[in-house]
Each structure stands twice: as C-alpha cells, then as structure tokens.
C-alpha cells in the first residue's frame, strides 16, 4: 500500500507539472487581456507599455517565461506577482485558502449528514409521503442555480435585507482567528446554500444504491440470522451503500476546495474562487496559474485520498 | 482621472440634486458652485463603503489614476499641491498658498509652500517641504512607480525624460530653492499647468526623499505600504511605518482612522466629520445594493448604479432621498475607425449618426432616470459645453436632430457616401462590444439599428479588459467599430477629453485611446495651440471648437452624457465631487 | 422415519401471494408438510416452483404490505404466520436457521468472517465478545475449516467456495437451532465439493439432532441426504414419499421427467436425456385445471378442466401424489420408461378407448403385468 501511496503521489506531481504547463501555453497563446497596457494607466506612453512589458518578462519567450516561472515555484515556492496590482501571489493565495476551506469543509459536513440522512429515510420508507416529497425537493434543490438560491435565502434570512432576519448577512465573514463565533454564523447561511444541491445529488445517490443493496444477499443473511431491522439497514446496507458516496463526495470536495465560485461571489466570502474568477478577466496570469495549480492540486489529491479510503472501506481493494 | 474600468449609469432629469454638507470649507478661489440647500453634518461617527471590485489597485500615490483610488485614498489621506471642493470647479490651493505665480511668460511657475502640515507617524515631527513634492514629481518618471499621466502632462517640463526610467530621475526644471518654495520651469507655456489642473493629481502629493528612496529601488516601488500621510484621515496602524493586514487586504478591506498629525486649520478643503472610514471590497452588486438602502452608515462604492430593478424601485418609493444622481462628466460614444473602409467616408459616419435611436439605447441602460442624450462630444460640467451648444447641440448638425434616430436622413447620408440605394452594400464591419450587461444590451441595440441601413456587422461580444487591451485598443486589430466605450475627463479643462481621443500623435501601438485613429494635420496643429493657452476664457473657447469640429466629422457617435448614481443608507449624509466624476468625498461627507 | 415423535415443524394449508404490478403472483397455494427433529426434508421443484418461498415464509422473511399468508405454519406449538415481527426475529438465526445458495454473495464482503459469524451469536445471546469469538472459531473447526484461529480474521473473498459454504454453515449453526433450512446448498459449488457439504451437512444433523429442510432442483442432493421428499410445481406439491420410493416409484409425470432427465451412470450410452418440454407457468395467471397440464405427455381433455387434488396412493399412505392418472397406469408407464422407452410411446397407454383406432381395445385402468 505505501508503495502504491508514493507512485501516486509521483504522479500527482507529474499531473502537477502537465496541467501549468498547458496554463501557460493556453494564456500565453491565447491571452485574454493584455497586462502590459492595463497597468500602463491611460494613453500610455509606447516606452512605458514596453517598460513594463520587460518589467513583468513578457517581452521574453513562453518557454523562457515558464521555466523561470516553474523555476522560482520549485526552487522557492515562489508563485510570482500580480501583474494587476503586483501582490505576491503566493501570500493572496494562502491568505484566502482558509476561507474556501472553512467554506468547504462546513458545506461538506452538512451535505453527507444530510444526504446520508434523507437517503437512508426514503430508501427504507420507499414510496412513502416523506420519500416523494424529499425526493421532489432534491430535485428543486438540483435544479436551482446556487446563485438564485443564495440570493433568495439572503433576501429571506439575512439580519441586514431579510425579511425573517436570522443569519448574518452578506460580507460578515471573519477568520476563525478573529472570532470563532463570528466566523461560524456567517457560514451558516452559505453552507446552507452550497450544500443545498449536493445534498439533494447525494441523497438521491444514496437512495437508489441503498435500494439495490437492500435486495443484495448478504441482506437477506442478516436478516435471516435474526439481527433487528436497524443493524440490518445501518451495519450491513449502508456499509455497502456508502462506497460510491464516498467516491462521488470526496472528488466534489476536490473541486470545492478549489473555490466555489458563485456562492463566495453572493454572499463575499473573500476566498479562492473569486480570485480565479477575476484573475481571468483581467488576464493576470501568475495569479491565474496560482489559483489552476491549487484548484488542481485539490482535486488529484483527493482523488488519491478517496482511492486510498476504498482500500479501507472494501477489503477486497487490495493496492499493490 | 481615469474612470475605472466599469459600466456607468446615466443619469438625466432636471433634477441634478448635490447635496452639501452645510458648514461647508471656505470659499475656493473662481468656481461654478452647483449647492442646493443643505444638510446639519454630524461630527464623528464610522461609515462603511461597500465595494464590488477589488478597491484600490495600489496604496503609491504615483500609482492612483482611477475615481476609486481618489475617492478612497487621495482625498481622505493626502494633500496635494492643489486640490478640488465639492463646490469648485477649478483648482483649489491645498499644499501650495496661492494660485501658481506665474513670469517668463508662463513658463515659469512658482508656489509657496503652506507652513506647519505635518506627516503622519513615524515622521510626526517633520513638516512638508517643496523639496519632497520635488521628489514626489521626480518618481513618477520612474518605471517602478508606474505613473500613468506623467508622460502626458509633465513631459514640458524642462529636463523631464522622455520614457520611464529605471531610478528615480533628477528633474531640472523642477527646483526647491527652500523649504517653503518650489519652482517649476517648462519649454513652452503648459495650460494645464498654469491653470494648475494637473497639479492637483497625485504627483504632487509630497513624499520626503531621505525617508522613502529606499523603497523606490528595485523593479517595483514598495513606498505605498510605508508611506506617511499628510491628510485628514490614515490608513489604520500604519503609523509604525509599514501597512497592517488590519488596515488594509487587497481587494477585500481598507481602514481608515483620523490621522492625529492633520491640523484642521491649516486644510482648506476637507472639513473631516467621520470618525473611521471601512471600505469592503468584493461585494455582490445586488446584495450590496440592498444592504445600503435598508442598512444604517453604509454608503454605496465603485459600482455605478445599484441593479436597474432597485434603482427603479428606489427612486419611485420613499428610498428616493437616498440617492444622488449628478452628471458624471463623463460621456458615452461609439468609435469608428477611419482607416477602415468606409469609415473613412464622412457621409458613412454621419450616416450611423442620423440612424442611431439614442434613446433606445439609453433605454438599454435603463432609461431616460440615467442619462442625457448627447448632442455633442463634450458633456456638461466642462469648460466649453456651452460655447460648443449647450444641451441642444448645433441645428447645422441634422444627424444629431433626432434622438430617435431618422432613417430618411441615415438613407439620404448613404447615397452621398456613394450606396445609391441608401443601404449598405459592403462586406461585415468588425464590431467588439462588452460582454457584460448592460453594455452587451447597448451593442447589441446598435447592432439591430444598424441593420436598418443594410449595415451587417461581424459581432463579438468579450470581456472588457479584453475588449480594450487586445482589440478596440490595439491599431493592429483593425476593428471598425467599438460601440461600448466611455471617457471621463481628468480634471475640469477639456484637453483631457479631446487630446487623448483625437490627436494624430497619440496613436500608439497598444493602450491607444485615439480608436478612431483621427490624423488630421490642422486639427493637430489646432490641439497644440490650444494647449498653450494659458488663459482660461481662451481655452474654452479653443477646446469649444475643437468640439464643434470633431463632432461634425462624426469621428464618433457620441450617444450620451452619463451621471454618477450615489446611494447611501437614511442616517448618512452624502457628498458629491464633481472634481472626480461626482463619486463621494468622503471628507465632506457626514452621518446625519 | 420415526413416527412416534410430534413434529417439530407442521405446515398446514399453507398460501402465499404477492401483489405485484403484475397481477397476483400465488406463490404458494395450499401446501402441507411437516418436518420431525432429526430427519431431512427435501423439498424439490424447478425455479419458481414455491420451494424457497415457503421456507423464507417460515422464518418470517416474506412479510410486508403486499405479501398475504393464510394458513398455518406451526413451530413448536407456535404459529408462525401470526406471531409479531420481534418475536419471530428472535425464532430466526436462533431456533430456525437458514443458508443460502450463493456463500460468496451471501456474506457481507466488508466484514471478517468471524465477525459475521460472532454477530449472529450475540444478537440472541448475551455473552462477551471474547466469548462469543471462541465459539466461532470452535464452530468453524466443527464444519471443518483448517487454521480456523487464523481464518476467524479473514474476508469473504479470501475463502474458497466450498469453505465459504461451511462458513455460512457455521453461522447458521451457531445457536444450535432445531430447524435447519438449506436453501440450494451446493449449486454454486463443484461437484466435488458438494458432496463435502453434504456430507457435513448430514453428519452436523446427527450430532446435533437438528431437523433438516434441504431445497433444490438437483435431485441427485436429495438422493444423498433426504429421509422424504416433497415435490412441488407451481406452488403445490405433486408428489411426496421417502426417498427410496420416490426413486424406486414415483407416480406423478412431473416427477418421472425430472428422473429422466438427469444423466445416469448405469444407463445405456446412447440412450437420450429427455427433458420435460415446455416451461415452468405463470404463478400470475395458472393453467386451468392440473397445473401441469400444458407440458404432460399424457394429457387427456379432462386434465384441461379439474384440479387433481395431492391424495395418497391407493395401499400406500406415506406416499402422496396429486395426478388424475389411474394408479395402475401410472405404474405401467413408469415401468416402460424405466425400460428406455419414450414418453410418446407410452402415451398408448392412457389413450381413451374412443380415441383409439386399433381393433383390440384395453381398458386404461387394466394394466398388465406390473
């Protein structure tokens, strides 16, 4: 197994390499702005365009441009400077990452509880009141955009433009370090809002293989040794059930962890998603490699972290 | 200043309300004061300035050019030589005592320093002296500080480079023969420095040499997260001498606390009633919009016009006392490119003129609530407006008659630019539009309204930056028509406007604003004398004409004259700065 | 057969139906059986014949919305089919146990096997977990798993096939239940190491005095094991006798087919397999009258119309069969296919008098020489 741990993590850093690489080659052939003269104030002097154009190394070639890029990564851990306002990319980013992990990490919590929770329910009770209506408000939950939705729920629930003012609203959120109580009730009301359709996606998941796994034979052995229904569900059924969850559950937390764009946008969670979001349009290039590069990072990870988990979860996974 | 790179609202109606703080500063020197009645200005309290962008691009002085880094850093925490009340339309003395004192002709100047303004902490115990506004001028040469008018506005003066270098230079004609006295020298008489509009842009904000060199080396300056502060209010806890993340986080927070080095008596401008001033970045426009109108203390940011659905609520409800429309100063236009064929045809030109239904596009905006529809290229509020024709325009300009459009008059302009039918005839125009609402609505009406004259046009519709840095921008890329475009001015002389826009010499590979790439020798050589001119009456007359010509060649379709829409919350009471687009100064501004 | 003991197991009259989108599917209509300790009772039919639902109805697996049993099903005294769902819980994996076909898909594959054997055993006993490991690996030593220290901690998948049965042998006989049910032991097994299982089976049976029901299709696994066997075809019981008179003289067609169409060694080489033609009915909707009647070589118009009751044959008590056939002829025509003859021919023999066209007639019910 340890074996198998390090030739992924090998990969990881192959993919690593491959994914700036194609960054780089997509923004440098494909550019969507240019840096140079955004910076260069109004009706730039021509001198003062190229002056920054060198200032920045633009004025060099794009393998040039990525191996010293890729240099400063690896030697230094260095991401580069903004070219928009000259941050250091790699402090922007670190000092946002806590945000879209508290983000992440809330919702994720909320959305398995949940969706295990109401999966379970309505596989049991199949067909009951309960299953129909949890299984028509998933679907609403699915089909809703989370910016609609995160707008409605500020204009319902928010302290400042609510009309039944219980959470914090928009822009109230602090780092843990500052206030932990702060910090906790401003990210309710955003759990509540991202996890909404990943619940929904996860209990209809749940349902469907609970179902199937409920006719599978080693149930009806468990039952046939006498064992109550809830052991029967919980030890045998879920146990099985939850496979795929975990799969499906720990890639989306892979790609949450890279920022969840719209729900930091509504409600100014000041994390990673926005900042790609902008990067991009202002064609800033080191903080868009920044923020692709650990968006990717999340999301290989994880996928490690969730092969690794099935090997435990099912001892018939064996790694060599 | 430059109008950041946003969508603006326009804004229209008579009712052009500015409101005052009513013990307001003491009378400016010659100023066209728009005052309304007034308003008790509470003294003390915080307010909170609720942003949609990333707030300030940088905390350097040399750096700020855009209306969010004036109104959130220059007027609250910085003097200048010269400066601007919300009542005054031309240069106010700040830093320096007097207007400039003026002999060889003009191309000499000379200022008096105003005694006894002290720095913020650590350098408390200093005063300003005319060496560091030498050397506050000297480094926005520099390519490290990245000044983006100096070129344009300084590069008469006597010894300036001619591109950014890579220290600090050391400028001749800029001297401090003594502490209280700075004296400037250019080769030819500068208009916008005897009308010393120009020295009321940050460049002239004093930086003391000894104290910030050391931060000007290298690629890039750092002096912004050190720099002392001479105005009313300072960034929160950089008095140790360096920025704190508790004063200031890129694109999310900005603090403000009175600067306890400011001595009101010797600030003629900002009167200073807030107690602290939080700007938050990266809000949500409808959110936010929300927020200041049902909240308490927040005042409206970067962001133009709050969503046109609460605008139209708010101004038809009892949320209407909470916002200020003003003319913005600034103008909307569409670029046609004359090197492409047949934009270079002036009867072409006139021909989109007469066709455009310029009050559909402003519907498009939001309707006639935001804007006045443009009948020249100048808008109001600038030196000239009147003399170029007012509101109503010159009835010799027929194209310009109907904001409506008339398709009659757009057929008859086609067949003399040689389309006997009165239909365009020729291969696709390339058009590069905004992509965002409700810039991508306007370029997709004038889309539709071209069509009425057979004009068919290869359409893209991108991000803005996009829109501006690789294409509309850019000669190269040959684009025939850029319909979402704007300007705003620099500062209350029109030279700002039209230079930029329509000066020969000014085409320039990249960041080039002349889009429609005029190159006209006479119109050239009439800019040149006009900027010469140091007398006010004469420039406006100079510019006025300017005006009148530009906009009968229809270089571009100027299609609007916008307004700022501030919005606040019901215990704040907001001032607008006429001098900076009509965005809030926050000095003047107050809770109830 | 011992007759004097009670029967530890007596079904009477037994019915089960399902509600299904389909239509109502009669599972089982109207079967009795009973069961003493110490003997096996082997119940065979094809698939979807009634065998496993009967048994599943025992212990109590088949309840739900959809599902109705009438009749009786007496365990003990206590009848099973009216008892509340925690008692009968209690009876399963306890008094009553059960293993399944398939020991791969029958064990829970995340869970060690002692585990799941260990969990059966403190479900309805109240013992320590230590104590209730060394009764699990005493029971895997007594179904004959080597190593059963080291194999305690093992997973399904690391278990051969015929181990794995044993396995799940051991857990269903881990809280010396009284009835056995053993559902299709050895299908998913090789041939060699059915005959292991069976072995063991049998040999657990008179060590622990437990009564066997043994269910399948393969008559060769009753033929070892069972003392009786039960018959069934579409949710009834055609024919039911010991063991030895079923082979030695079976009266119902069902049950002739099923014989014939097993390989045999003793039989001549080119002699064919006949299979019964046709297929197992709808349980939905049923033929009218013998259930058997569209497969019967021997049909006759009547067998169209009445519903041959499961009646003993004429002299013999023990052995029952539900067929419209004369008892004479039926000997007849089991002797004939016994010689190799084919079910066409034989068909002669029940011909009615009218139908033939022969000038010498014989009586159907006269058979010769049997």
């Avoid at chain 2, 005052?20 to 003294?43: E, L, R, V, W």
């Avoid at chain 3, 365990?75 to 399944?100: P, V, W, Y």
């Avoid at chain 3, 066409?344 to 019910?365: G, M, N, S, Y």
Wanted: proline fraction near 7%; include cysteine; aromatic fraction near 8%.
């Amino acid at each position: 197994m340890a074996k198998y741990i390090i030739r992924r993590l090998l990969w990881v850093i192959v993919l690593l390499f491959l994914v700036s690489l194609i960054t780089f080659v997509i923004f440098y052939l494909l550019p969507s702005a240019d840096p140079a003269t955004l910076r260069a104030g109004r009706q730039p002097n021509p001198a003062v365009v190229a002056q920054i154009r060198h200032n920045l190394g633009l004025d060099k070639p794009w393998y040039t441009q990525y191996f010293n890029y890729m240099k400063a990564l690896v030697l230094h851990f260095n991401f580069g400077y903004s070219y928009t306002n000259n941050v250091n990319v790699r402090t922007l980013i670190f000092d946002r990452l806590p945000a879209t992990i508290s983000l992440t990490v809330g919702a994720a919590i909320l959305f398995l509880v949940l969706g295990i929770g109401v999966g379970t329910i309505s596989a049991v009770r199949r067909r009951s009141k309960f299953d129909r209506a949890a299984m028509g408000t998933a679907l609403v939950a699915i089909s809703a955009p989370v910016y609609w939705l995160g707008l409605l729920a500020l204009f319902v629930f928010a302290k400042d433009i609510g009309k039944v003012p219980i959470f914090p609203g928009a822009s109230s959120y602090v780092p843990i370090s500052q206030s932990p109580t702060k910090w906790f009730t401003s990210l309710l009301l955003p759990w509540i809002v991202l996890a909404a359709s990943f619940a929904a996606i996860y209990a209809r998941l749940l349902r469907a293989n609970l179902i199937e796994v409920m006719s599978e034979d080693y149930i009806r052995t468990a039952r046939a040794k006498g064992l109550s229904e809830r052991r029967v569900i919980y030890h045998h059924g879920i146990r099985s059930a939850i496979t795929p969850i975990v799969t499906a559950a720990g890639l989306d937390i892979g790609v949450l962890l890279g920022g969840a764009i719209l729900t930091e946008t509504v409600f100014n969670i000041p994390g990673i998603g926005r900042l790609a979001y902008d990067s991009i349009l202002a064609g800033d290039l080191p903080m868009i490699q920044g923020t692709v590069l650990l968006g990717a990072f999340f999301i290989v990870i994880m996928n490690l972290v969730v092969d690794v988990a099935y090997a435990f979860i099912d001892p018939r996974v064996r790694y060599s | 200043m430059r109008r950041y790179l946003r969508s603006l609202p326009l804004l229209a109606t008579a009712v052009a309300s500015v409101v005052i703080a009513g013990c307001g500063g003491s009378s400016s020197s010659s100023s066209s004061s728009t005052s309304t009645g007034s308003t008790a200005a509470k003294n003390g309290g915080a307010v909170t300035v609720l942003e949609v962008g990333g707030g300030v691009l940088s905390l350097d002085p040399g750096y700020w050019y855009y209306q969010t880094d004036y109104t959130d850093l220059y007027q609250p925490t910085q003097r200048a030589l010269y400066g601007f009340t919300p009542q005054a339309a031309s240069p106010v003395p700040d830093l320096a005592t007097s207007q400039p004192i003026l002999s060889n002709g003009g191309k000499t100047l000379t200022f008096h320093i105003r005694p006894g303004v002290h720095y913020s902490a650590p350098l408390a115990s200093r005063t300003v002296a005319a060496a560091d506004i030498k050397y506050a001028m000297e480094r926005c040469f520099a390519a490290g500080v990245g000044n983006g008018y100096a070129f344009s506005y300084f590069n008469r003066i006597v010894g300036a480079p001619s591109k950014p270098t890579t220290t600090v230079p050391s400028v001749s004609g800029i001297t401090a023969p003594n502490a209280s006295t700075l004296v400037i020298t250019t080769t030819v008489p500068v208009g916008v420095l005897t009308v010393p509009n120009a020295l009321a842009l940050p460049c002239t904000v004093p930086i003391p040499q000894d104290y910030a060199a050391k931060y000007d080396t290298g690629a890039q300056s750092t002096y912004g997260m050190h720099q002392v502060f001479t105005g009313p209010y300072m960034i929160s806890g950089a008095g140790t001498g360096t920025v704190p993340s508790s004063g200031y986080q890129t694109g999310k927070l900005l603090a403000l606390v009175r600067n306890p080095s400011w001595v009101k008596s010797t600030d003629p401008i900002r009167p200073a009633h807030f107690d602290t001033i939080t700007f938050k970045g990266g809000n949500d426009i409808t959110v936010a919009s929300q927020q200041i109108l049902s909240g308490q203390s927040l005042m409206s940011g970067d962001f133009a016009a709050p969503p046109p659905a609460i605008l139209k609520q708010g101004l038809t409800s009892s949320q209407k006392s909470q916002f200020q429309i003003a003319p913005s100063g600034g103008n909307r236009y569409i670029a046609l490119n004359t090197t492409v064929k047949p934009l270079d045809n002036v009867n072409f030109r006139r021909a989109i003129a007469a066709v455009l239904n310029r009050n559909a596009l402003r519907l498009t905006r939001g309707g006639p609530a935001i804007g006045t529809v443009a009948t020249h290229f100048l808008p109001p509020q600038n030196p000239g407006f009147q003399q170029a024709g007012g509101t109503a325009g010159d009835p010799a300009n027929d194209f310009y008659a109907n904001p409506n459009g008339n398709v009659a008059l757009a057929e008859s302009y086609m067949k003399k630019a040689g389309y006997p039918t009165g239909q365009y005839t020729g291969p696709p125009l390339l058009t590069i539009a905004d992509n965002e609402p409700p810039a991508a609505n306007t370029a997709q009406a004038v889309q539709s309204q071209l069509g009425q004259i057979g004009i068919k046009l290869t359409f893209r519709e991108v991000p803005h930056a996009t829109m501006l840095s690789k294409y509309c921008e850019v000669p190269k890329a040959a684009v025939a028509i850029c319909p979402t475009l704007g300007w705003g001015r620099d500062f209350f002389d029109s030279q700002s406007f039209i230079t930029p826009l329509f000066y020969g010499p000014n085409i320039i590979p990249s960041g080039n604003s002349n889009m429609s790439q005029v190159n006209v020798p006479a119109l050239n050589t009439q800019m040149q004398a006009a900027e010469q001119l140091t007398d006010a009456t004469q420039r406006a007359s100079a510019w006025a004409n300017l005006d009148k010509e530009i906009t009968s060649q229809v270089y571009v379709v100027t299609w609007l004259w916008d307004n700022e829409v501030g919005f606040h919350s019901t215990n704040v009471n907001g001032v607008q700065w006429p001098f900076n687009g009509n965005d809030w100064d926050l000095t003047a501004s107050s809770l109830k | 057969m011992s007759t004097d003991q009670a029967p530890l197991l007596q079904v009477e009259d037994l019915k089960v139906e399902f509600k299904t989108d389909d239509g109502i599917v009669h599972a089982v209509d109207g079967i009795s059986y009973s069961v003493k300790a110490g003997t096996t009772l082997g119940i065979v039919g094809e698939s979807g014949s009634g065998k496993s639902v009967t048994s599943l109805t025992t212990m109590g697996l088949t309840r739900s919305r959809s599902t109705s049993v009438s009749g009786k099903i007496l365990f003990e005294g206590k009848d099973l089919t009216t008892i509340s769902a925690d008692e009968i819980r209690h009876i399963r994996g306890n008094e009553i146990a059960m293993i399944f076909q398939d020991p791969l898909s029958s064990l829970h594959p995340f869970y060690k096997v002692g585990a799941q054997i260990s969990e059966g055993i403190l479900a309805h006993r109240s013992v320590s977990k230590a104590a209730a490991r060394d009764r699990t690996i005493d029971l895997l030593e007594m179904v004959g798993i080597p190593d059963p220290h080291r194999r305690v901690d093992q997973y399904p998948h690391e278990f051969s096939g015929g181990m794995r049965q044993r396995a799940m042998i051991a857990m269903a006989l881990a809280n010396e239940p009284k009835l056995l049910i053993a559902d299709e032991p050895t299908t998913a097994l090789d041939v060699t190491v059915q005959a292991q299982i069976l072995a063991l089976i049998d040999d657990l049976q008179k060590r622990l005095g437990m009564a066997v029901i043994v269910i399948t299709h393969d008559l060769g696994v009753v033929a070892q094991i069972a003392d009786e066997i039960a018959v069934m075809y579409a949710g009834r019981i055609v024919e039911h006798t010991d063991t030895r008179r079923l082979f030695s003289a079976p009266q119902h067609p069902y049950t002739w087919g099923l014989l014939k169409s097993i390989p045999r060694l003793d039989s001549p080489r080119d002699e064919e397999l006949v299979p019964i033609q046709g297929r197992p009915p709808s349980l939905v909707n049923r033929p009218s009258g013998c259930f058997f009647h569209p497969r019967c070589p021997y049909l006759l118009e009547d067998h169209k119309r009445i519903d041959p009751k499961l009646e003993p044959v004429p002299g013999d008590v023990d052995h029952q069969v539900a067929c419209l056939l004369p008892d004479a002829t039926r000997r007849e025509i089991w002797q004939g296919l016994r010689a190799g003859k084919t079910p066409e021919e034989l068909r002669a023999l029940v011909e009615p008098p009218a139908a033939t066209v022969a000038a010498t007639t014989v009586p159907p019910d006269q058979g010769g020489g049997v």
